[in-house]
């Protein structure tokens, strides 16, 4: 008999119609289509082999305030909609205390959209890893990873999912779970963060420029005040260094732009990260 991880925030989050779910992904999809990112996508396509990123961070708010911002994340990932076999999904625990790395003992999670397999073979990977253990009890109503599989449900074909939320672990411990997962081009890594919280709207402007940059330069530890992600997002920083990853800012925004108060503010930005075009073309020599 299959286990399910329910939807626990649609009609929250996202609508829990599969019709207005639907349309809602399609649309933030379509208005992120334009002819100017049909033009950075085919410049992207003379640059090497693989035009889609190996990954990418994106925020997990509620779809009016960040949706705009996660689909230029995951509009990028249309030529890779039929090689992307498996997704890696990160991020953080908010609604318990997790030790380490949690996997989430079911089969398939579920949205309107429907139910997406789990990859038991590639959880088998990081089973006996110390700092990963199950814990469906953390997973049952966290919206940090679930928020993000519309959008993927909807980007890409036939795909299973291995979703590990984040809580105390060091950036070693979740670099050394995404070098055993890293795979070939089968393979995206989906790292799930919002950044700053609830400050005034010009400094939470100032906080997530230093924030965004710290990442794109591969360099320092993010603080939880930067980032609810920054478990997550340091542990990915340094497997991307080792695996010389290329970081790009797609979008930089927070909710005083999009539908929130200006007095109180959370911070959003989507980063795609592809190899470089040394290690591009080493790969495919």
């Known amino acids: 008999m299959h286990t399910v991880r329910e939807p626990a925030v649609s009609g929250v989050f996202y609508p829990s119609s599969k019709q207005l779910l639907t349309n809602d992904v399609k649309a933030l999809l ?20 693989q035009t889609y990123p190996k990954a990418i961070i994106v925020p997990h708010a509620g779809y009016i305030y960040s949706g705009k911002t996660a689909a230029k994340a995951y509009s990028q990932l249309a ?85 590990l939320l984040v809580g105390n672990a060091t950036p070693t411990e979740v670099a050394q779970v995404l070098d055993v997962l890293w795979g070939g081009a089968e393979t995206l890594i989906v790292i799930s963060s919002d950044l700053s919280h609830y400050l005034p709207y010009g400094l939470a402007q100032d906080l997530d420029k230093e924030t965004v940059q710290n990442i794109l330069n591969l360099d320092g530890v993010l603080t939880h005040k930067q980032a609810c ?27 005083g732009d999009t539908a929130g108060d200006k007095r109180h503010v959370v911070g959003y930005a989507s980063i795609a990260f592809r190899p470089s075009t040394s290690t591009s073309a080493a790969s495919h020599a």
């Open 30 to 49: 379509n208005e992120v289509t334009s002819k100017e990112a049909v033009s950075e996508a085919q410049a992207k396509v003379k640059e090497g082999p």
């Open 79 to 163: 030529s890779g909609r039929h090689t992307i076999k498996r997704v890696i999904l990160l991020g953080p625990a908010h609604r318990m205390l997790v030790n380490g790395l949690a996997l989430p003992d079911v089969d398939f999670f579920a949205t309107p959209l429907g139910r997406v397999a789990l990859d038991q073979d590639a959880m088998s990977l990081i089973a006996g890893l110390g700092q990963v253990d199950n814990n469906a009890a953390a997973h049952a109503l966290e919206h940090s990873l679930e928020v993000q599989l519309p959008f993927l449900q909807t980007v890409l074909d036939d795909f299973k999912l291995v979703p």
């Open 229 to 255: 992600g920054g478990t997550p997002v340091n542990g990915f920083v340094l497997a991307a260094m080792r695996h010389q990853l290329k970081p790009e800012l797609l979008d930089l925004c927070n909710s």
